[in-house]
């Protein structure tokens, strides 16, 4: 089986986010301001205050921007991509950070600095800083503005569904895969019963995943097929009317499992994938194969004399997918 990943999704998502939030496609922009907390609490704009930037996925030499009368500044130039850290510092102030600053999209950074030193930090000091967590006395605000709010939790929402996707789909792809290995075993040991009840639950695992739900429909077929023979042979014993009723019952529900199965397939359009290809026209074979055998046998049989009819517009369809006698012997035994 094969099932496509849901990862381009995500990536899909996360390359429209970017779009919808005003990505540069070289370089961006930020800007904000720094206040100074005073004594009663309340907040004033500093003017010269400095913000240095140092760049910290690479080694670079970094820029300094100044705040204006308001406290305002503006950074122009940054390498889309990189990431960055900003230190703002002001006289009579202790310096503050904010760390890990990436370059995707114009953020607003604030800062509210507290009375202190007045120090400027170097490079160094930056790092020892936000190596041991120390961002400085009330840490920085990036904001965005509504639009890019408004992306932003779009985003959040798309990806959250994608990744409740993926593991929905690797849950299933699990139980499908323990469904197949135990319902198969159980086959080979002639248990249809159980075979038929984990054929199901792999059915059920993901019921929209049609190259598995073909599958289990032909082993659904096969099983019911060998479970109608098997009620033939302890007729034949036994002459128990009750085992030649369930017999056909049995052979008649594998034929029809095997012929809706066929018209579903028929429908599926012919993917461009090879390999979902093969794998449908490999399910196509088996569901002709199962027909065809399910037909015969009550034929031959004598279970039902008409079928004999059936097998006649039937067979040809499998002759023409399937040209080995060893196989069509295989399958109509």
Same mark, same amino acid.
């Given at each position: ?30 800007? #904000? ?29 970094? =820029? ?38 990436? #370059? ?20 160094? +000091? ?6 041991? #967590? ?19 939790? +779009? ?154 009819? +059936? ?9 023409? =997918? ?12």
């Amino acid at each position: 089986m094969y099932r496509k990943s849901l990862i381009t999704s995500l990536f899909i998502i996360t390359v429209l986010f970017a779009a919808n939030i005003g990505v540069s496609a070289q370089t961006f922009i930020s800007h #904000g301001k720094v206040e100074m907390r005073q004594a009663d609490g309340t907040t004033v704009p500093v003017e010269g205050a400095l913000i240095d930037v140092f760049r910290t996925d690479i080694s670079s030499k970094g =820029v300094t921007a100044k705040t204006n009368k308001k406290g305002e500044y503006n950074i122009v130039g940054l390498a889309f991509g990189g990431v960055f850290l900003f230190a703002a510092s002001a006289p009579g102030a202790s310096p503050q950070i904010i760390p890990d600053i990436r #370059g995707s999209v114009e953020k607003e950074y604030n800062f509210v600095l507290s009375a202190g030193d007045g120090k400027r930090l170097a490079l160094e +000091e930056v790092l020892q800083l936000k190596s041991a #967590g120390n961002f400085g006395t009330s840490g920085g605000e990036a904001k965005l503005s509504p639009e890019q709010k408004k992306a932003q939790e +779009e985003f959040e929402k798309k990806k959250k569904e994608v990744e409740d996707k993926n593991s929905r789909v690797q849950n299933a792809d699990k139980t499908i895969a323990t469904a197949q290995k135990e319902g198969v075993d159980a086959l080979k040991a002639k248990n249809y019963d159980l075979a038929l009840a984990k054929f199901d639950e792999g059915i059920q695992a993901d019921p929209d995943y049609v190259q598995s739900v073909t599958m289990f429909r032909n082993f659904r077929s096969e099983a019911l097929r060998g479970r109608g023979f098997e009620k033939h042979v302890s007729w034949v014993t036994t002459k128990d009317a009750s085992l030649r009723a369930a017999s056909k019952t049995d052979l008649q529900a594998a034929y029809d499992e095997a012929k809706s199965n066929l018209e579903n397939i028929q429908k599926v359009p012919v993917s461009t994938d090879p390999k979902e290809a093969d794998f449908m026209a490999k399910n196509k074979y088996n569901a002709l194969a199962n027909m065809s055998s399910a037909l015969y046998l009550m034929a031959v049989n004598e279970i039902d004399m008409s079928k004999a009819e +059936e097998i006649k517009s039937i067979y040809p369809q499998f002759l023409a =997918v399937e040209t080995d006698p060893a196989k069509i012997a295989d399958k109509c035994s």
